[in-house]
């Protein structure tokens, strides 16, 4: 069975940091390239960070470019999202995505950014 967990989410003020995980089982995690998306309320949903299979070339969305970084460790079948400087726009629920020849969704983690 497939699982996608993310977790490190919660509640932190302007300016706080927190770093997202996205643990994979069922799959080969090392196969597939993994993407961070976010959905606030009333929004639509948007990409954040994605990186290759192997690692190389991550990208991030230009909303959160210079603050955010996407990691992984194939090694430990875990991404990362490492989200400082946050602002309260930053609030949403964070799911990971794995991306092979199917793709495959967790259930989020809510991140919320207030004072």
């Known amino acids: 069975q497939v699982q996608l967990v993310e977790s490190g989410g919660g509640l932190v003020q302007p300016g706080g940091s927190l770093r997202l995980s996205c643990a994979a089982s069922?799959?080969?995690?090392?196969?597939?390239?993994i993407r961070w998306y976010r959905q606030a309320p009333g929004h639509q949903r948007e990409l954040v960070a994605g990186?290759?299979?192997?690692?190389?070339?991550?990208t991030v969305a230009d909303s959160v470019k210079g603050r955010f970084t996407i990691s992984r460790d194939n090694g430990k079948n875990t991404a990362y999202l490492q989200m400082n400087s946050l602002k309260p726009e930053d609030t949403a629920l964070y799911f990971c995505?794995?991306?092979?020849?199917?793709?495959?969704w967790g259930r989020g983690t809510q991140v919320t950014v207030s004072s």
């Open positions: 069922g799959i080969i995690f090392s196969f597939y390239e």
């Open positions: 990186i290759t299979s192997g690692g190389s070339d991550p």
């Open positions: 995505n794995a991306h092979w020849v199917r793709d495959h």
